[in-house]
């Protein structure tokens, strides 16, 4: 009939020929059919099989149908189940009623007409299907809900995950901003305090030289001049530190290769860090080279050496490395993207707790008591690598040991040396010049003017670059002019082209506290650093002074 599995069809009657009749009228649907001789026995097969139709006689001795249906549809499980009743008698009105109420939902009367049967029957099994199918295409949906709920649970999961990630991997950022622009803010204030403080040490150390020359030797006073002067000195070496800090110390970069620098190292470490200490390196093999200023790369690497010390009392392994290292690498940002050398130095002592790593770099931080550490070391570092363009990291835990790492960015060649470095040339056979001497600060221009004085030279003094050219102008016979960079109104280096206008062959000295010196070195004007001694200026002085000399006879002879 259809490619429909059979259905069960249910035929109760106490009388086995009826049932018989019933078959042979049946048998032709192809469905499967079942026979019960009872009510009993039809409540047995109902509760094992899953029928689609039950045909039903009314008249039966122990249970009637009617019973019988009224027993079946108050069963949850079939309540729809079609029940078809058979009967000759009990066929007025009120009996049909009856019999639908208990859950019929047809009659066919006695004498029983096949046809009218198979069609009664046809269309119950029909119906039993179709819903059969409805039901399946319902749990199939349902079943498909379901999954896709499941999925969006899972993708809803996922993007919370992601979600979650995104702001942690923001506010991760966001902290170390923070801390970047904490250690910025730092650096600004220091930067200015270690200027002024420059200034001040640069006048307290002049004024003792010349203090030293005009007293009368006698051992008690020299001490204390000397204990003055040593102290001083070490201000002024803890202001370079606070200038490295806030990337403002003078770099002299070069093309530095990193391995040679601390082969020439080694002897010294080795002296600093004591026989407990075994030091290793471990350089890539031909690395690249770096630029930075090799003097303070050697006092960083010093530093971090010491603090590695520090963290081993009693004794360990400290290992310098070096090899390659790209932006993406992930440590660092840099734009354009570019290469580094990175230089590590581990050890594997005490480490950090968090709140340690978190605030090593700042300036001052120390956990090494009152006077034994300044908290300057990291701080430098961290200095002479940004100001190099490159970066410091650090990865510490407590007992296990800590890696600094410094990212300075590569040079591919050697290049020749920078040559407007000073040259300490001695000084000749005295000879006395009118100096112009320019700076805004009061207490360093009368230290400078008091050097100036003891060397024997006549000084005229400018408080600003304005004041100075105004006496250029007026006194053609200067022979020298030494200027401050960092002043109010007009630089140092703005004073020098104003005066290069005016006379192209003026010797000028340029003084300065900062890095920041955009064109100086273009200009190739000789520099003194402050705080600067007399011994110094003077040797500058004769070196300028010198080259000016050549300069004069170089045009003579041109000219002849
Ligand atoms: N290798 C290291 N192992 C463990 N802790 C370290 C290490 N390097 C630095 N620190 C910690 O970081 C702090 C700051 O170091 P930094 O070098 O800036 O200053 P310092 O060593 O305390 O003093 P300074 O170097 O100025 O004499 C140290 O006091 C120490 O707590
Ligand atoms: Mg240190």
């Given at each position: 009939m259809t490619a429909n599995p059979p259905v069960n069809i249910l035929l109760v009657d106490d009388q086995p020929a009826k049932l018989l009749a019933y078959e042979a009228i049946l048998k032709v649907l192809g469905e499967n059919l079942v026979r019960a001789g009872s009510a009993t026995e039809a409540l047995e097969l109902l509760l094992r099989n899953e029928i689609a139709v039950i045909l039903v006689d009314v008249c039966m001795p122990d249970l009637d149908g009617f019973e019988l249906a009224k027993m079946i549809r108050e069963h949850p499980r079939f309540q729809k189940t079609a029940m078809i009743f058979v009967s000759a008698v009990a066929m007025t009105e009120i009996d049909l009623l009856r019999g639908y109420e208990c859950g019929a939902v047809d009659y066919v009367p006695v004498p029983v007409v096949p046809d009218v049967l198979r069609a009664k029957v046809r269309i119950f099994i029909e119906l039993y299907r179709k819903t059969r199918q409805l039901e399946n295409l319902n749990a199939e949906l349902e079943r498909r809900v379901e999954e896709r709920t499941a999925e969006l649970a899972l993708a809803n999961a996922e993007l919370e995950r992601r979600v979650e990630e995104r702001t942690r991997e923001r506010e991760a950022a966001l902290a170390q901003v923070h801390e970047m622009q904490k250690i910025e803010s730092l650096g600004q204030l220091t930067g200015g305090l270690a200027h002024d403080f420059n200034n001040l040490l640069m006048a307290i150390l002049g004024s003792l030289d010349l203090l030293v020359k005009r007293l009368p030797e006698e051992p008690r006073t020299k001490r204390l001049i000397d204990n003055a002067i040593q102290a001083a000195e070490r201000g002024a070496t803890l202001t370079k530190r606070l200038l490295a800090f806030a990337r403002r110390q003078e770099l002299k970069p070069e093309t530095v290769d990193v391995p040679r620098l601390v082969g020439g190292m080694m002897e010294m470490l080795q002296r600093s860090l004591g026989p407990t200490i075994e030091i290793g390196t471990e350089f890539e093999p031909g690395l690249v080279l770096t630029r930075v200023d090799p003097n303070q790369l050697e006092l960083a690497i010093l530093n971090l050496s010491l603090n590695a010390r520090d963290a081993m009392p009693s004794g360990g392994r400290l290992l310098i490395g070096a090899r390659r290292g790209t932006a993406e690498d992930g440590a660092i940002h840099a734009r354009p993207a570019r290469d580094f050398v990175r230089i590590r130095v581990t050890d594997n002592g005490l480490g950090m707790d968090e709140v340690t790593l978190k605030r090593a770099a700042e300036p001052f931080f120390t956990t090494k008591g009152v006077g034994k550490g300044t908290g300057l070391g990291l701080s430098m570092v961290h200095g002479l690598a940004a100001q190099s363009e490159g970066a410091m990291r650090i990865a510490s835990r407590p007992s296990e040991g800590t890696t600094v790492e410094l990212w300075l960015p590569t040079a591919e060649r050697a290049e020749?040396?920078?040559?407007?470095?000073?040259?300490?040339?001695?000084?000749?056979?005295?000879?006395?010049?009118?100096?112009?001497?320019?700076?805004?600060?009061?207490?360093?221009?009368?230290?400078?003017?008091?050097?100036?004085?003891?060397?024997?030279?006549?000084?005229?003094?400018?408080?600003?670059?304005?004041?100075?050219?105004?006496?250029?102008?007026?006194?053609?016979?200067?022979?020298?002019?030494?200027?401050?960079?960092?002043?109010?109104?007009?630089?140092?280096?703005?004073?020098?082209?104003?005066?290069?206008?005016?006379?192209?062959?003026?010797?000028?000295?340029?003084?300065?506290?900062?890095?920041?010196?955009?064109?100086?070195?273009?200009?190739?004007?000789?520099?003194?650093?402050?705080?600067?001694?007399?011994?110094?200026?003077?040797?500058?002085?004769?070196?300028?002074?010198?080259?000016?000399?050549?300069?004069?006879?170089?045009?003579?002879?041109?000219?002849?």
């Open positions: 020749p040396k920078a040559s407007v470095e000073p040259i300490f040339a001695t000084v000749g056979p005295r000879q006395v010049f009118r100096v112009l001497v320019v700076d805004d600060d009061s207490v360093v221009l009368s230290g400078t003017v008091a050097m100036l004085e003891d060397l024997g030279h006549t000084v005229l003094e400018a408080t600003s670059g304005e004041h100075a050219l105004n006496i250029v102008r007026s006194e053609p016979d200067i022979d020298l002019v030494i200027t401050d960079q960092a002043m109010p109104g007009m630089t140092g280096i703005a004073l020098a082209d104003a005066i290069g206008e005016l006379r192209p062959d003026l010797p000028i000295i340029l003084a300065t506290g900062y890095a920041e010196l955009p064109r100086g070195r273009e200009r190739g004007l000789p520099q003194l650093s402050k705080p600067y001694r007399q011994e110094e200026l003077a040797s500058l002085m004769a070196v300028s002074l010198g080259q000016q000399g050549r300069r004069h006879v170089a045009k003579a002879s041109a000219v002849a």
